[in-house]
């Protein structure tokens, strides 16, 4: 059974920055790429970043290229996504998933955690 937790989301100030984490089980970790995802209330999913299994390849959304870094350990099946000069707009809960990582953003699988909350106050 694959089992993902997102932890490390916050309330911070404009500006400010917030490091998450995701922990996935139940999967041989290294065969996947990952992505992160977020939604905030009454607005679409969104991909904004993934990584290749080994780390290779990233991908950025343009509404966060340039501000958020994601990496992955392998040692420990984690991936996490450092968040930079976070911004009101960033607001949303945010989920990683395992996906299909393609040049035009992560495409999850049907496997989805609780998330978690960053709120990004002006």
């Known amino acids: 059974e694959v089992q993902i937790v997102e932890s490390g989301g916050g309330l911070v100030q404009a500006g400010g920055s917030l490091r998450l984490s995701c922990v996935v089980s139940?999967?041989?970790?290294?065969?996947?790429?990952i992505g992160w995802f977020r939604q905030a209330p009454g607005k679409e999913r969104e991909g904004i970043s993934s990584?290749?299994?080994?780390?290779?390849?990233?991908y950025y959304g343009d509404s966060v290229n340039g501000r958020f870094t994601i990496s992955r350990d392998n040692a420990k099946n984690t991936v996490y996504l450092l968040m930079n000069n976070l911004k009101p707009e960033d607001t949303a809960n945010y989920y990683c998933?395992?996906?299909?990582?393609?040049?035009?953003?992560?495409?999850?699988?049907?496997?989805w955690g609780q998330g978690t909350q960053v709120t990004v106050s002006s």
């Open positions: 139940g999967v041989t970790f290294e065969d996947y790429a």
């Open positions: 998933t395992l996906v299909a990582a393609t040049t035009s953003g992560p495409i999850p699988y049907d496997y």
């Open positions: 990584i290749t299994s080994y780390g290779g390849s990233t």
